[in-house]
Structure formats: structure tokens, C-alpha cells
Antibody, heavy 119, light 110 residues
């Protein structure tokens, strides 16, 4: 079974750093891109960026470029999303998903990681 | 970049048919595939339609997708509505290296 398992919920203070993870299993991790999606409380889905785990090539959404860093370690079939200095506005659910490059289809999705940033 | 515009909410009775639209602001809707995702409260999104009109295995044929170039829009049609179809639905497409979601439509089955 193809699965993406994300790391657990996090509670952080403004200014702190954070890295969350997404581990793929049940398929060849380097044959598909991984993408990240933000969902703020009560809001819709926002595409953040995508990474090709085979060579770590990355595309960022212009809205998130410079605010987050996407990376991957193909040796352990894991992708990461990280912040160097969190803000309260980063409070959201973050999903990873396997990306079928053509047609840029997100499937399956991870279970989500809730990040709460509060002083 | 372009935007995908969906109605904020729709409602219909069980057994009826509902159509959710997704209009592309610029560029041709037919140039890039459209996907549709269902998100129930507290759950991750799941695919109901990919590549404009394809259903993943396990998705009932009550769900169908289409593209209309004249209105530059995609549509998700759900027939024989069931209470379990109540959820948020998102369309999604792309343009070169940018991927875009619609704002989402809340479907109420009452």
C-alpha cells in the first residue's frame, strides 16, 4: 500500500525553527515528486512547492518562496518542510502528497501535520 | 499566474444531482489537466476525479468530471447525492511550474 506518513503535531513559539517530515512507503520514492500544501484554520488548500527526490530539484510557489525550505533525503524516503523563524501566521495544517508530474495530480496525501505557533 | 474560481457553497437534497463549477481566469482550461479533491471535516483530501474526467478505483460512478472550453471552466457532477457526499470539494490545475487550487466549495446535502 502506498502511504505517506507525516510527523506529529508541533507547538512552537514565534521565532523558533521547525522541520516537519513526510515518509513515503510502498513505492519507489524517487519515481514521484513530493509536494507540500498548507491549509490555514477554516480555509482552503494552498500549494507551497514540490521536490523531485531523485535530484532534489525544487519548485516553490511564489507565495512561499523565501519563507520555507523544502528538502528530501532519498536514502530514507523522506521529504521535509522547514522554517527558520516561525510566525503566528504559520499556524496551519500542512499536508504532503505524492505528485504525479503529468497531470500534476496529488495522490495519495499524508495525514497532515498541525503546526501551532503561539507565544 | 491564473486563478480557479469556485462557488463558495452549494446545497441539494439526497438523491438529486449537483454540479460544482471551476472557472479558470486566464489560459485555456483545456491546456492543463484538472483534478477534483474531496475533503471531509478532520480528514485529508482524497481524489474523486483526475485528468479532467478519470475516476480513481473505489470512487463511485456517481462522480464525473468535464471540461467546457466555451466557458473556460471545469465541472464536477455528483448524481444520486448521499449524505456521505457532504464535504468540501477543491478543483486543481497547473500552468508551467505553478500549481493552483480553487478556493473550495462546501457541499451540503440536506
Amino acid at each position: 500500500e502506498v502511504q505517506l506518513v507525516q510527523s506529529g503535531a508541533e507547538v512552537k513559539k514565534p521565532g523558533e525553527s521547525l522541520r516537519i517530515s513526510c515518509k513515503g512507503s510502498g513505492y519507489n520514492f524517487t519515481s514521484y515528486w513530493i509536494t507540500w500544501v498548507r491549509q490555514m484554520p477554516g480555509k482552503g488548500l494552498e500549494w507551497m512547492g514540490r521536490i523531485d527526490p531523485s535530484d532534489s530539484y525544487i519548485d516553490y510557489s511564489p507565495s512561499f518562496q523565501g519563507h520555507v525550505t523544502i528538502s528530501a533525503d532519498k536514502s530514507i524516503s523522506t521529504a521535509y518542510l522547514q522554517w527558520s523563524s516561525l510566525k503566528a501566521s504559520d499556524t496551519a495544517m500542512y499536508y504532503c502528497a505524492r505528485l504525479w508530474v503529468i497531470p500534476n495530480w496529488f495522490d495519495p496525501w499524508g495525514q497532515g501535520t498541525l503546526v501551532t505557533v503561539s507565544s | 499566474n491564473f486563478m480557479l474560481t469556485q462557488p463558495h457553497s452549494v446545497s441539494e437534497s439526497p438523491g438529486k444531482t449537483v454540479i460544482i463549477s471551476c472557472t479558470r481566469s486566464s489560459g485555456s482550461i483545456a491546456s492543463n489537466y484538472v483534478q477534483w479533491y474531496q475533503q471531509r471535516p478532520g480528514s485529508s483530501p482524497t481524489t474523486v476525479i483526475y485528468e479532467d474526467n478519470q475516476r480513481p478505483s473505489g470512487v463511485p460512478d456517481r462522480f464525473s468530471g468535464s471540461i467546457d472550453s466555451s466557458s473556460n471552466s471545469a465541472s464536477l457532477t455528483i448524481s444520486g447525492l448521499k449524505t456521505e457526499d457532504e464535504a468540501d470539494y477543491y478543483c486543481q490545475s497547473y500552468d508551467s511550474s505553478t500549481l493552483v487550487f480553487g478556493g473550495g466549495t462546501k457541499l451540503t446535502v440536506l
